[in-house]
């Protein structure tokens, strides 16, 4: 398939692309490089360097079986700060996007949406179905998106998927995570073995699980890029389909430190901080909808094996 992937000099975009060239596809990406990196995009893509809303009529004007749209901002607690950045980085741009794909009737679309659309959880494991309550602009922004997509689906015979990612890890081996402000946890603690910063924070100790640190569902951004593969095979036009993408399994922080220490040999201190503002304790998904639907499962659930692939990445790179 001749596919536009935005978003496509990211971390997930990057390694999806990269999948995707791998596999036969001939793949165009759509960046601003706003966050991304144009050596990320991977050998085999053609690069279009330009925003998204602005051109994104242009390029599907060539005639395209596909987009996956990866582009977006995705920081939650800047979301919190400044929500005029996701209102119109993510939903006007993907609105601008969708009216492009309808006025070029581009017959399938994959959108990278997230487990923040569901809020505080109450229920875990999460399924499809759960009650969709974002409790930040970031997580809203991509509900919102959602919400358009089915209904372009419905009115205008897009066949669309949303994958709902919970929390992406690991590092395909020639791409990976290289955020200019780093947030999240892997990434983090291994900036620790690599001598660019002294100690791990860990946002809280005193909450309801096991060990009392947050409980997270860490997915290899690998099983997450076979999804997307399968998610084109599998769209039927007319719907739209929405799956949660976790291994069901879920690991406290103290055991991402763990696991860090164990694949770095690195001590990893460690200091106990106060909670983050917005975290939930327990984020695990119920993967049954695409195991059932796609065939999907991920391989790569070991946790040291994720957090492997990220240190050679980020040990690469250093
Ligand atoms: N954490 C620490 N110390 C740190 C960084 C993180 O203890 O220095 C903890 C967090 O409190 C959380 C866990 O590690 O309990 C994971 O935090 P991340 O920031 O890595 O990931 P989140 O679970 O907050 O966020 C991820 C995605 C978001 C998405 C969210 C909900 O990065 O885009 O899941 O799906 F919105």
Redesign the pocket.
């Known amino acids: 398939m001749k596919l536009l992937v935005t978003g496509g000099a990211g971390y997930v975009g990057s390694v999806c692309a990269a999948h995707l060239v791998e596999t036969g596809h001939e793949v165009v990406v759509l960046d601003d490089l706003s966050t991304g990196h144009r050596d990320a995009v991977p050998p085999g893509a053609r690069f279009v360097e330009g925003e998204l809303g602005a051109a994104a009529g242009d390029v599907l004007a060539e005639g395209f079986d596909g987009v996956l749209h990866f582009a977006a901002r995705?920081?939650?607690g800047e979301s919190v700060q400044r929500p005029e950045l996701y209102w119109h980085g993510n939903v006007v741009a993907s609105f601008r996007l969708l009216e492009a794909i309808r006025a070029h009737s581009t017959p399938r679309l994959v959108f990278s949406s997230?487990?923040?659309t569901?809020g505080e959880p109450e229920q875990v494991p999460i399924p499809e179905t759960a009650p969709t309550r974002p409790t930040?602009p970031?997580?809203a922004s991509k509900l919102a998106i959602d919400h358009m997509i089915s209904s372009y689906t419905a009115a205008h015979a897009l066949a669309a998927t949303s994958l709902?990612?919970?929390?992406?890890a690991g590092a395909h081996e020639a791409f990976g995570e290289r955020h200019a402000v780093e947030?999240?946890?892997?990434p983090?603690?291994l900036q620790v073995a690599l001598g660019t910063r002294e100690s791990?924070?860990?946002?809280?100790d005193d909450w309801p699980t096991p060990d009392g640190?947050?409980?997270?569902d860490y997915i290899h951004v690998d099983d997450l890029a076979d999804a997307h593969l399968l998610a084109l095979q599998y769209a039927v036009a007319g719907e739209h389909s929405i799956y949660n993408l976790g291994s069901g399994q879920g690991f406290s922080?103290r055991e991402?430190i763990e696991a860090c220490r164990a694949v770095t040999g690195h001590p990893i201190p460690a200091v106990t901080?106060p909670?983050?503002a917005g975290?939930?304790a327990v984020?695990v998904a119920a993967g049954d909808r695409a195991a059932e639907r796609l065939g999907w499962k991920p391989s790569r659930t070991d946790l040291e094996r994720i957090v492997g692939d990220a240190w050679a990445f980020a040990h690469k790179r250093a």
Request: proline share 3%; with cysteine; charged share 15%.
């Open positions: 995705s920081l939650v997230t487990a923040a569901y930040n970031y997580g709902r990612y919970f929390n992406v947030t999240h946890l892997i983090l603690v791990i924070s860990v946002f809280g640190t947050c409980v997270r922080v991402v901080a909670r983050r975290d939930p984020l």
